[in-house]
């Protein structure tokens, strides 16, 4: 199948054109450059640095323990490796819940440092104020509703957000309110159709969706779940491809290849003649070297 790389750089106007068009939009989670490179020559169009790389990368059983600067320098890398892509940083837990101040900065260090397009910030209407500080200061924002990740000691768990009247209401206020702030797109997981339904009726901003049913604008998984990289991915996300067995496969294969002493490739060889040198030259030392250990091929009398 032939590439599809964006011939113009993706930009917001260009996920709005989409939106506009009735064009549903991919997102998938991503955190290195070589991974985005090939990405981006799929054609997804929005990349996802999100702080699940705490628990893919880094080996976290949770989202809470990923460090700041090392998410800003995967975001880096990501961009570098997918330039004509638009790139969305993931704040992680406490960049921008202690002030004001540390969350303009935070932020801006995603969109300076990380060369991020967008910024995601986990939010509910109780944030919007610190929400629109952020956008005054240039800074463009989606907002994260519905399941949050980083309230998880709180919900005891991963669970699901909107399944009563009540928590539906919730979630899409907590959306109007953080479109009112000034974020540029919205972001809602785990919810029932009802809610997104809700969300898009309630709310102008492209709406990406990651369990949250088929109508959403935009669908984003965690990359490793879509390859079958996860022992056990979540209910919502189904794999098209079974990555995981097969990077086993090649790694038994490379240790097979490597015991019988067969790793197959191109080798490298010396310059024309210089391999006769070398044996030369070691035949010589080997020469020497018998001289020295062996001298007794020529006899001497005992000092007087």
């Known amino acids: 199948m032939p590439s599809v790389t964006p011939a113009a750089p993706v930009t917001l ?95 801006g260090r995603f969109v300076v440092e990380g060369m991020a397009d967008i910024v995601k910030v986990e939010a509910t209407s109780a944030e919007a104020p610190r929400i629109a500080a952020m956008a005054r200061a240039g800074i463009p924002l989606c907002g994260h509703v519905g399941c949050r990740p980083q309230q998880v000691a709180v919900a005891g ?57 088929t109508a959403c604008h935009g669908q984003v998984l965690v990359l490793q779940d879509l390859l079958g990289l996860s022992d056990t991915p979540p209910r919502f996300a189904e794999p098209v491809a079974s990555l995981g067995s097969e990077l086993e496969k090649a790694g038994r294969e490379w240790v097979r290849r490597v015991a019988e002493r067969r790793i197959g490739g191109r080798g490298y060889s010396m310059q024309a003649g210089e391999a006769e040198r070398f044996r030369n030259q070691d035949r010589s030392a080997d020469g020497l070297i018998e001289e020295i250990v062996r001298p007794g091929r020529r006899e001497r009398g005992p000092r007087s």
């Not at 054109?17 to 985005?36: G, H, I, Q, S």
């Not at 090939?38 to 054609?43: H, M, Q, V």
Request: aromatic share 4%.
């Open 157 to 213: 768990g991963y669970v699901a957000a909107g399944r009563t009247v009540r928590e539906l209401e919730k979630v899409v206020d907590d959306a109007v309110a953080l479109e009112q702030a000034g974020c540029v797109m919205l972001l809602v997981e785990a919810v029932p159709d009802e809610v997104a339904g809700a969300i898009m009726q309630r709310t102008s901003l492209p709406l990406i969706g990651i369990g949250a049913g």
């Open 13 to 107: 106007r260009t996920i709005r054109k989409m939106v506009d068009e009735n064009v549903p939009f991919a997102c998938l989670t991503c955190y290195d450059a070589t991974t985005a490179r090939w990405l981006e020559r799929a054609g997804v169009p929005i990349l996802l640095v999100g702080d699940t790389a705490a628990e893919v990368i880094l080996g976290f059983k949770r989202t809470l323990d990923m460090p700041l600067d090392v998410l800003i320098a995967l975001t880096a890398a990501v961009k570098r490796g997918a330039p004509r892509t638009l790139v969305m940083g993931d704040m992680p837990f406490l960049s921008y819940h202690i002030s004001e101040g540390d969350a303009i900065r935070n932020a």
